[in-house]
């Protein structure tokens, strides 16, 4: 997926989810390996209110691959902060 369409959908109907999702599109997707990137394409099309439950709130997700690009996300912004 081109950068523009991955940027366009990490805007979601949450504040707390673009302030994640957006910066992380712009630092640190292209620094992540083919499989990666496709599991975050994947995320994107999943519901705003479980990603805010893994991504803001710290709930683990129960599929391994997802916890996976979860973590990759939460330390990315660990690391930016």
């Known amino acids: 997926m081109e ?10 109907g949450m504040l ?5 999702l957006q910066p992380f599109v712009e630092k640190h997707y292209d620094q992540l390996d083919q499989t990666d990137q496709q599991l975050f394409q994947e995320l994107l099309e ?5 990603l805010f439950l ?3 709130r ?3 997700a129960t599929d391994i691959n997802t916890q ?14």
């Open 46 to 50: 999943l519901e705003d209110q479980q």
């Open 54 to 56: 893994w991504l803001v």
């Open 16 to 20: 707390e989810l673009d302030l994640m």
């Open 68 to 81: 996976r690009i979860v973590d990759i996300i939460c330390e990315s912004r660990k690391r930016s902060q």
């Open 58 to 60: 710290g709930e683990q």
């Open 3 to 12: 950068k523009n369409r991955l940027m366009w959908a990490s805007r979601r």
